[in-house]
């Protein structure tokens, strides 16, 4: 590798993703990744796509949900990520969830045995060298503060940050399943991915009483005005909106029946999702949260069944950074200040670990088009790549700061016109009609990717 073509800071799922896509495409890759010179305060391990948060990629129905529509893209172009989960995956209804160490072993194998990649360990300290001609930023919402502080300056932007917590991960054998039961809500799946523990309407307020009360994570003074991204609020934070917020958030009681008591119906319902393959690990879905370590310990035992369950892995809470991308990015993700720079993943504004494998991918594309000479489009926005990429990029409406990180969802794709009848005559109303229109968005999207990535391959 006597001739480098691309340089990618950061070993995370977008990282991995532009230096798979590169490398394939025969370009000479050199992947930057800190850990473990420099950790940091979410990762556990040295493995590159390590997953610090939940063990799942969501959705994996491509006809009617629009994460499950970015996962069939990914796999059609190739994606690293996408063939690692298929290897590893652990039951989780029709959600796609992952083994997440035997998923990171897997990627960290794949990357390093590919003859175009080279792993270099060590902090990439401020902005990459001026003889590096293309390079790809994929550091994630963890990224360094000297590199922080380099971008900064360099673009002139304020830096906007949110909080980003972590769900608590329980050991399987000390779960009371004398008061859980196995159940996929509606029966989904394979009818019992999840345990479930229920809680009636007093131990709903005595539990939500005590999320009030509990000791939080101090923040710093220069952090306290910083906002949290929606998609990933604190369960306290939540609770904190309404008392009935909790209950149809992380823990509606519907679609599910308690079999030790089937004639009660639950006031709310706490789920946990397999966390490994062994079945051994099981986390609380939707419960990230800031509470101190002993609270949540203490609070979380008054939950029915998990009253005397031990923990894995407590809950935390890290601090995410991302750009104003539609005013600092161009289309192809480069750096309008420093165009031989281009930022991939969770720091451009996408949210979710697909969005950000997806933006990472892109990302690689783009860059091997450059080293090769070759010409590089961006995916059409009728395909889910190409409205997250026209989201971040230009489709946001820019103010100071009102930029916000977006996950995939079918508010970034152009409608599809609805047909009023079905096959078989029958007027097409409500969720039927929606479904409706979400299969023809889907099967659009496909098609019109196919054509794009045909023309890409010729071009």
């Known amino acids: 590798m006597s001739n480098i073509d691309i340089h990618i800071i950061g070993g995370g799922l977008a990282g991995t993703e532009a230096a798979w896509s590169a490398?394939?495409?025969?370009?000479?890759?050199?992947?930057?990744?800190?850990?473990?010179?420099?950790?940091?305060?979410?990762?556990?391990?040295?493995?590159?796509?390590?997953?610090?948060?939940?063990n799942s990629f969501r959705s994996d129905d491509h006809e009617?949900?629009?994460?499950?529509?970015?996962?069939?893209?990914?796999?059609?172009?190739?994606?690293?990520?996408?063939?690692?989960?298929?290897?590893?995956?652990?039951?989780?209804?029709?959600?796609?969830?992952?083994d997440r160490d035997g998923f990171a072993a897997a990627v960290t194998e794949m990357i390093n045995s590919h003859p175009n990649i080279r792993i270099e360990r060590g902090e990439i300290a401020g902005m990459p060298p001026s003889d590096w001609q293309n390079v790809v930023i994929a550091t994630g919402p963890l990224t360094s503060p000297d590199l922080t502080a380099a971008?900064?300056?360099?673009?002139?932007?304020?830096?906007?940050?949110?909080?980003?917590?972590?769900?608590?991960?329980?050991?399987?054998?000390?779960?009371?399943?004398?008061?859980?039961?196995?159940?996929?809500?509606?029966?989904?799946?394979?009818?019992?991915?999840?345990?479930?523990?229920?809680?009636?309407?007093?131990?709903?307020?005595?539990?939500?009483?005590?999320?009030?009360?509990?000791?939080?994570?101090?923040f710093k003074d220069w952090e306290k005005d910083t906002p949290y991204f929606d998609g990933c609020l604190p369960i306290e934070v939540m609770a904190e909106r309404?008392?009935?917020?909790?209950?149809?958030?992380?823990?509606?009681?519907?679609?599910?029946?308690?079999?030790?008591?089937?004639?009660?119906?639950?006031?709310?319902?706490?789920?946990?999702?397999?966390?490994?393959?062994?079945?051994?690990?099981?986390?609380?879905?939707g419960f990230q949260t800031k509470?101190?370590?002993?609270?949540?310990?203490?609070?979380?035992?008054?939950?029915?069944?998990?009253?005397?369950?031990?923990?894995?892995?407590?809950?935390?809470?890290?601090?995410?950074?991302?750009?104003?991308?539609?005013?600092l990015l161009d289309q192809q993700l480069r750096l309008k200040a420093d165009p031989r720079i281009r930022f991939a993943g969770q720091i451009t504004g996408v949210e979710g670990y697909v969005e950000s494998?997806?933006?990472?991918?892109?990302?690689?594309?783009f860059a091997t088009a450059q080293a090769l000479g070759?010409?590089?489009?961006?995916?059409?926005?009728?395909?889910?790549?190409?409205?997250?990429?026209?989201?971040i990029t230009g489709g946001h409406i820019t103010g100071k700061g009102t930029f916000q990180p977006m996950n995939i969802n079918f508010g970034l794709l152009p409608t599809?016109?609805?047909?009023?009848?079905?096959?078989?005559g029958n007027r097409l109303r409500g969720k039927n009609k929606t479904r409706a229109r979400r299969k023809l968005i889907t099967a659009r999207a496909l098609v019109d990717l196919e054509k794009w990535l045909e023309f890409s391959e010729n071009s």
Not at 296 to 317: C, D, S, T, Y
């Open 357 to 365: 494998a997806a933006c990472g991918m892109m990302a690689g594309r």
């Open 416 to 424: 599809a016109q609805t047909p009023s009848w079905d096959a078989d």
């Open 242 to 285: 309404g008392r009935e917020t909790l209950r149809w958030g992380p823990m509606k009681p519907v679609g599910l029946t308690n079999p030790h008591d089937p004639t009660v119906k639950a006031h709310a319902i706490v789920q946990l999702r397999q966390d490994n393959k062994l079945a051994t690990l099981y986390n609380m879905v």
């Open 151 to 218: 971008i900064i300056e360099l673009t002139g932007e304020e830096n906007l940050a949110f909080f980003d917590a972590i769900a608590p991960i329980l050991h399987r054998d000390t779960i009371n399943m004398d008061k859980a039961w196995f159940q996929s809500r509606y029966d989904k799946g394979d009818g019992a991915d999840y345990i479930n523990c229920p809680m009636d309407e007093q131990q709903y307020n005595a539990f939500l009483d005590a999320l009030a009360e509990a000791p939080k994570t101090e």
């Open 291 to 327: 509470m101190a370590y002993g609270a949540q310990q203490e609070i979380f035992r008054m939950i029915p069944g998990l009253e005397n369950v031990e923990f894995a892995r407590l809950g935390g809470i890290h601090r995410n950074t991302f750009l104003n991308s539609p005013v």
């Open 64 to 98: 009617n949900n629009a994460v499950g529509l970015l996962h069939e893209e990914m796999r059609r172009c190739g994606s690293i990520i996408m063939e690692a989960a298929k290897h590893h995956k652990v039951p989780a209804g029709g959600a796609l969830a992952v």
């Open 23 to 54: 490398a394939n495409s025969g370009c000479q890759v050199v992947l930057h990744e800190m850990r473990p010179t420099r950790k940091t305060a979410a990762h556990h391990t040295d493995s590159l796509a390590e997953l610090v948060c939940s």
């Open 374 to 391: 070759t010409t590089s489009t961006m995916p059409p926005q009728t395909t889910a790549l190409g409205a997250l990429l026209s989201h």
